[in-house]
């Protein structure tokens, strides 16, 4: 029974240290400070669209953007193989609520939310950034872009607390074990690449 007691602790410190580090700098869409860039992280396709979390991420981050409180969005997703393409699917739905295509920059190879975040800041040359993806996310997110050298505030997305949403609240206890050595070892992203100017040009343009 120590045994496990002592495993069950251990594997829940990674949760709890994202939670203490990050809580103070989650905030609601109305009540987060402005930053120029946010940052929307990907949730799956279904059939080539956003699914209903990736939608309602968009949401929030189209929101941001018409209040005044980001100018340019960045949409990290998965585009590592042919016929899935997150990012442009993003760019697709922001579009649609009216977000110009030229405020909305794509990065293709954010495979996770580490790499997210370290591409967001060594490619995209983002230093400060609202984070938006849902609450049971939104604390991991912090902490890794924070890690990555980022001054972040993230945006938390509320959902009906049901299956989907317990899964994801699951899931996130070997993620943050995950994250705790992504922030301690700080790898380079699954791809690199060379520095992007898709944000600058974009803040640029915005003015």
């Given at each position: 029974m120590?045994?496990?007691?002592?495993?069950?602790?251990?594997?829940?410190?990674?949760?709890?240290?994202?939670h203490a580090?990050?809580?103070p700098?989650?905030?609601?869409a109305a009540?987060?400070p402005?930053?120029?860039v946010a940052?929307?992280?990907?949730?799956?396709?279904?059939?080539?669209?956003?699914?209903?979390?990736?939608a309602h991420?968009l949401?929030?981050a189209?929101?941001l953007y018409?209040t005044g409180k980001?100018?340019?969005?960045?949409v990290?997703?998965d585009?590592?193989r042919?016929?899935?393409d997150?990012?442009?699917?993003?760019r697709?739905?922001?579009?649609?609520?009216g977000v110009?295509?030229?405020r909305?920059v794509?990065d293709y190879?954010?495979?996770?939310?580490?790499?997210?975040?370290?591409?967001?800041?060594?490619?995209?040359?983002?230093?400060e950034a609202?984070l938006?993806?849902?609450?049971?996310?939104?604390?991991?997110?912090?902490a890794l872009?924070t890690a990555?050298?980022?001054?972040?505030?993230?945006?938390?997305?509320?959902?009906?607390?049901?299956?989907?949403?317990?899964y994801?609240?699951?899931?996130?206890?070997?993620?943050?074990?995950?994250a705790?050595?992504?922030?301690?070892?700080?790898p380079d992203?699954?791809?690199?690449?060379?520095?992007?100017?898709?944000?600058?040009r974009?803040l640029?343009?915005?003015g």
């Amino acid at each position: 029974m120590q045994a496990l007691a002592l495993a069950c602790t251990a594997a829940l410190l990674p949760a709890l240290w994202a939670h203490a580090s990050a809580s103070p700098r989650v905030r609601d869409a109305a009540a987060a400070p402005s930053a120029p860039v946010a940052v929307v992280f990907g949730a799956g396709l279904w059939n080539g669209v956003p699914s209903p979390y990736l939608a309602h991420r968009l949401d929030t981050a189209a929101g941001l953007y018409r209040t005044g409180k980001v100018r340019v969005l960045l949409v990290s997703g998965d585009n590592s193989r042919s016929g899935y393409d997150e990012p442009s699917a993003m760019r697709d739905y922001l579009t649609g609520l009216g977000v110009p295509r030229e405020r909305i920059v794509l990065d293709y190879a954010g495979f996770d939310t580490w790499d997210s975040c370290i591409r967001a800041k060594r490619i995209f040359g983002v230093d400060e950034a609202l984070l938006v993806t849902q609450g049971f996310h939104v604390r991991r997110a912090l902490a890794l872009c924070t890690a990555a050298g980022i001054d972040a505030h993230g945006v938390p997305v509320e959902e009906p607390r049901d299956v989907t949403w317990l899964y994801g609240s699951v899931r996130e206890i070997p993620g943050a074990a995950k994250a705790a050595l992504d922030a301690a070892a700080r790898p380079d992203p699954h791809f690199l690449g060379p520095r992007e100017p898709g944000v600058a040009r974009a803040l640029a343009a915005a003015g």
